[in-house]
């Protein structure tokens, strides 16, 4: 079947605007994770989603992140007034019943 | 969080030979994920861990888990060149994962 899908693949962006990057999980899986991945460096949690619970947002870095989550369908991680130090892959992660996650190809995110 | 160390952080190795890569902890572990990540790729599930003492086998890749639940090992034997990629072990909390920094492999042909 059809595993998780991330777009765009990358995005160049100028310090200061907005960007939208948007997650497709694996239909089923009811939980939904974003992650942030420097270069050369281990994964960083972001946000988790489990179906209609409250997320938990303690991993976000700052006001200017924030994530939306359209049942246990679509999800959004929005990035506000960027900056040099967002540069990253993000990646997406969905699984069931919070055991093996699978993840997407991630988006490349470059500010100039 | 709970902070899990991975070490080496960086493994070269022969081809044909066997090494190992090291995840610890201070604390004691839920659960300890292995995921593995190739170059330019998206991190993939090799396996979990759940038991004290643990050990499972996956072809030439042997994982085993502490018996105080603090560290774990992932023992790969007669290294081939699609072993190449990043190693990481993830503590498991619930849902949320603790990753560690990563064992990055090259593998000399």
């Known amino acids: 079947g059809a595993g998780v899908s991330q777009s765009p693949s990358n995005k160049v962006t100028e310090k200061g605007k907005d960007v939208e990057l948007r997650c497709d999980p694996i239909?089923?899986?009811?939980?939904l994770y974003w992650y942030r991945q420097r270069l050369g460096q281990g994964l960083e949690f972001l946000i988790y989603?489990?179906?209609?619970?409250?997320?938990?947002k303690s991993g976000l870095p700052s006001d200017r992140f924030s994530a939306e989550r359209t049942g246990e369908s679509v999800s959004t991680l929005t990035i506000q007034r960027t900056q040099q130090e967002d540069s990253a892959v993000y990646l997406c992660?969905?699984?069931?019943?919070?055991?093996?996650?699978?993840f997407g190809p991630g988006t490349r995110l470059t500010v100039t | 969080g709970q902070q899990v160390m991975q070490i080496p952080q960086y493994q070269h190795v022969q081809e044909g030979e066997d090494f190992t890569t090291y995840c610890n902890s201070s604390?004691?572990?839920?659960?300890i994920q292995w995921y593995k990540q190739r170059p330019g790729g998206h991190p993939v599930f090799l396996i979990q861990?759940?038991?004290?003492?643990e050990v499972k086998k996956q072809k030439r890749l042997t994982f085993q888990f502490g018996e105080a639940k603090k560290n774990s090992s992932l023992h790969i034997t007669a290294t081939q060149t699609t072993d190449v990629g990043t190693y990481f072990c993830?503590?498991?909390?619930?849902?949320?994962?603790?990753f560690g920094a990563g064992t990055t492999v090259t593998v000399r042909a």
């Open positions: 861990l759940v038991k004290s003492g």
């Open positions: 239909s089923g899986h009811t939980a």
């Open positions: 992660a969905s699984s069931y019943a919070n055991y093996e996650q699978y």
């Open positions: 604390t004691t572990l839920s659960n």
């Open positions: 993830a503590d498991t909390n619930d849902y949320k994962l603790s």
């Open positions: 989603f489990q179906g209609n619970s409250a997320p938990d």
